[in-house]
Nanobody, 125 residues
């Protein structure tokens, strides 16, 4: 599976952005999908992961209620809708996919087999 993330940009605090992760080579819905982010000088951080077969999503506490993961099967694309953005959301966001990921492991980067390049989100105060 090849993944390509896009949609990042500069937004003011309180604003919204929608990131896209387009998959090629395989059907993305056959995999668990996740979004991770890495801020400058910090470790990579889990944002959200979902097992499409079960319809169960897991969100990081820092984004729950503000971010939403969704998909468009026809476009083989997963989205990350980000609302009420904060300066601390500034990071490079990457999408990932993996097979046979159990719910409790969605937050682990090592669970994912495929990664897309990141897209930069900058939130100004």
């Amino acid at each position: 599976v090849q993944l390509q993330a896009s949609g990042g940009g500069l937004v003011q605090a309180g604003g919204s952005l929608r990131l896209s992760c387009v998959a090629s080579g395989r059907t993305l819905s056959d995999y668990a999908t996740g979004w991770f982010r890495q801020a400058p000088g910090k470790e990579r951080e889990f944002v959200v992961g979902i097992r499409w077969s079960a319809g169960s999503a897991r969100y990081a506490d820092s984004v729950r209620g503000r971010f939403t993961i969704s998909r468009d099967r026809a476009k083989n694309t997963v989205y990350l809708q980000m609302n009420s953005l904060k300066p601390e959301d500034t990071a490079i966001y990457s999408c990932a996919a993996g097979s046979r990921i159990i719910f409790s492991s969605l937050g682990l980067a090592s669970s994912y087999d495929y990664w897309g390049q990141g897209t930069l989100v900058t939130v100004s105060s």
